[in-house]
């Protein structure tokens, strides 16, 4: 069983950045690509981005590709999102998954995810 807990969300203002972090323990002995989901009010929820266990491959969804950054410390058993730019569209719960299954299978389905963490809210006010 995997725990993970993120940290980083917040109130912030258009054009600027914010990283958010995802920490995991128990069962990390396993390979397990990671991903950030997002889900806005009264929406779906929406891929953001994935990266495989060993970090050399990563997937982003084209409203963040070239604003936000997903990047991994498995010595620290964490992930991070760093996000640049941010828009008041960005304003939604951010939510960290793990899978066993791989990155791109993260980002074509939400159903491939093993473990997910509670979520951390940021917004972006205009």
């Known amino acids: 069983q ?12 258009a054009g600027d950045s914010l990283r958010l ?3 995991a323990s128990g069962g990390t002995r396993s390979a397990y ?3 950030w989901f997002r889900q806005a009010p009264g929406k779906e929820r929406e891929f953001v981005a994935s990266i495989s266990w ?3 491959l990563t997937y982003y969804s084209d409203s963040v590709k070239g604003r936000f950054t997903i990047s991994r410390d498995n010595a620290k058993n964490t992930v991070y999102l760093q996000m640049k730019s941010l828009k008041p569209e960005d304003t939604a719960l951010y939510r960290c998954a793990a899978a066993t ?10 159903l491939r ?3 997910w963490a509670k979520g951390t809210l940021v917004t972006v006010s205009s």
């Open 2 to 13: 995997v725990q993970l807990v993120e940290s980083g969300g917040g109130l912030v203002q």
């Open 21 to 23: 972090s995802c920490s």
């Open 33 to 35: 690509s990671m991903a």
């Open 54 to 56: 060993g970090g050399d």
């Open 101 to 110: 299954d791989s990155a791109l299978a993260l980002r074509q389905s939400p």
């Open 113 to 115: 995810v093993d473990y």
